[in-house]
């Protein structure tokens, strides 16, 4: 098995749980070739953690991970899934960060299966979409901005301004959104950035996308769910010239005179849960808290 390790360099100090699983990730094993990325591996070794045979090289190389596992919260889950996309590679999220809603393996729950896990077994996967962007300027040329797991937004630059987003499905006109900007989400990203902006939660098994105004002018535009077969264009007006084009929270600044075209990407990411502690709706319990009565 090649086993991929991708973490958070953020906190200065590894915690006592995350340090005892590296500890049994890096265990000298015949069968497994581990691969640890770059950044991560200086930082482990500057945490005085033994990496045994572990290799400081790009997780995915030349050859896919069978198993990429990400230490941290969802920003480094969202890194691995880029890396993994399109691959045959399992990515499991280890929460050693904060909320942990994609990241949701903790690491007491990894090392009590870790061993059946090598052997092939405790581990389920399913496969989530990704969107892809590509910016037109006005003279009609082409650029990829990126595919996102979560969503895409364009956003206004200039906080004392809002923007007008013009939006269309399959060329079809559907409105010109007017407010702090759009999202462009995917099921997975329906319990992100969409559902503070009031966008309705989505079983990540649904093949839709999800158009969510971020604070509309009108209070009567609502979120509306298309299929993911479509093809979204997106043009913006602000009194500023500028807008921003954020493709999982990273951002780039645009002009007025340029076009966002969006369709779901070819490419799936397999997302990896062991199968004794893992259910979608005690996931949406417990980091959203449903039904726990503050009072208690």
């Not at 996309?85 to 942990?100: I, K, Q, S, Y």
């Not at 910016?135 to 082409?142: M, T």
């Not at 650029?143 to 004392?160: S, Y």
Request: aromatic share 6%.
């Amino acid at each position: 098995m090649i086993l991929g390790i991708i973490g958070s360099v953020s906190e200065q100090i590894l915690s006592p749980e995350v340090r005892e699983l590296l500890s049994l990730l890096l265990e000298p094993n015949e069968t497994v070739s581990i691969r640890v990325e770059p950044r991560y591996y200086s930082y482990l070794l500057a945490q005085d953690v033994e990496m045994g045979r572990a290799r400081s090289v790009s997780v995915m190389g030349d050859t896919p991970c069978d198993l990429l596992i990400s230490i941290g919260g969802d920003g480094t889950f969202l890194r691995a899934a880029k890396q993994a996309a399109g691959t045959t590679a399992w990515v499991l999220g280890v929460n050693a960060g904060r909320l942990g809603f994609l990241a949701t393996t903790q690491p007491v729950e990894l090392m009590t299966f870790w061993p059946q896990i090598l052997q092939g077994d405790s581990l389920v996967s399913e496969e989530r979409h990704l969107i892809k962007a590509t910016i037109y300027d006005e003279n009609g040329k082409a650029t990829p901005a990126g595919e996102a797991l979560n969503e895409v937004g364009l956003l206004r630059r200039d906080m004392a301004n809002m923007i007008s987003v013009e939006a269309y499905i399959n060329d079809a006109y559907v409105a010109t959104y007017e407010g702090d900007g759009v999202l462009i989400a995917t099921p997975t990203g329906s319990t992100a950035y969409a559902l503070s902006a009031n966008g309705p939660i989505i079983h990540p098994q649904c093949g839709v996308l999800l158009l969510c105004p971020i604070a509309p002018h009108m209070l009567n535009m609502r979120p509306i769910i298309v299929p993911n077969s479509v093809r979204l264009d997106l043009s913006v007006e602000s009194r500023t010239g500028t807008f921003l084009l954020a493709v999982d929270g990273k951002s780039t600044p645009l002009t007025n005179r340029s076009r966002i075209s969006l369709e779901t990407s070819a490419k799936t990411v397999k997302v990896a849960h062991i199968r004794e502690h893992y259910s979608y709706y005690a996931a949406l319990r417990n980091k959203l808290m449903w039904g726990q009565d503050a009072r208690r």
